[in-house]
């Protein structure tokens, strides 16, 4: 079993949709947990970290379940431009000592 | 505030030769990170530098290693290059107090022919 898992889609959406991606994870040392974007061919850049009280940034909102041992990402009226890959990402430990990636999710927004 | 950079952009080398890759942190991150990325693949963790010691590395062969300088910048180097090492390498860093994700670097393209 992985580490880190995600529904590796794609999700095909239209504009103004609202999408949801989830994560499990299997390590219950699990620290931190974040959520980045990536666009084809170019780095992750982080989109928000994820708080055990859950999180709220614009149409964005990140959930976390300790006890389930999932994160969510939710993605209220989708733009074109939310087209992208969405990476759930793990912190094992503290200090930085193993980050897990995520596969990713890959996310379609059509017009 | 600098971000990440990452030298060069691209690099296209021959099966055998060696390729040097270039990394600078954001200023007062001390850690840097190294990910392998092939086309269409998810991240693979390479390597990890804080404080100019490695301080873990992935599944990677010993021909895949680095350094970090006092200054905190990194080099990966990789020796005896083989098709399959064609990939996105992506430097991150990182502050290691507190509850922060990775910044990436935009990465050097490496195309081994």
């Known amino acids: 079993r992985k580490e880190v898992e995600q529904d590796p889609g794609p999700f095909n959406v239209p504009e103004g949709a609202t999408v949801a991606f989830n994560c499990t994870y299997s390590?219950?040392?699990?620290?931190?947990f974040f959520w980045y974007r990536q666009d084809c061919r170019k780095e992750p850049k982080l989109l928000m970290s994820v708080y055990s009280s859950g999180n709220e940034d614009g149409r964005f909102t990140a959930q976390l379940n300790r006890a389930s041992q999932y994160i969510s990402l939710l993605i209220r009226d989708s733009k074109l431009s939310d087209s992208a890959t969405y990476l759930c990402?793990?912190?094992?430990?503290?200090?930085?000592?193993?980050?897990?990636f995520g596969a990713g999710t890959r996310l379609f927004v059509k017009a | 505030e600098a971000g990440v950079t990452q030298s060069p952009t691209h690099l296209i080398k021959t099966r055998g030769q060696q390729a040097t890759l270039r990394c600078s942190p954001i200023s007062g991150h001390t850690s840097v990170y190294w990910y392998q990325q092939a086309l269409g693949l998810g991240l693979q963790f390479l390597l990890w530098y804080d404080e100019g010691e490695e301080r873990n590395r992935g599944n990677f062969p010993p021909r895949f290693s680095g350094r970090q300088f006092p200054n905190y910048s990194s080099e990966l180097n990789v020796n005896a290059l083989e098709l399959e090492d064609s990939a996105l390498y992506l430097c991150a860093s990182r502050r290691m107090t507190g509850n922060y994700g990775y910044t990436f670097g935009s990465g050097t393209r490496l195309t081994v022919v």
């Open positions: 390590n219950s040392a699990s620290q931190s």
């Open positions: 990402v793990v912190n094992i430990g503290t200090g930085g000592f193993k980050t897990i």
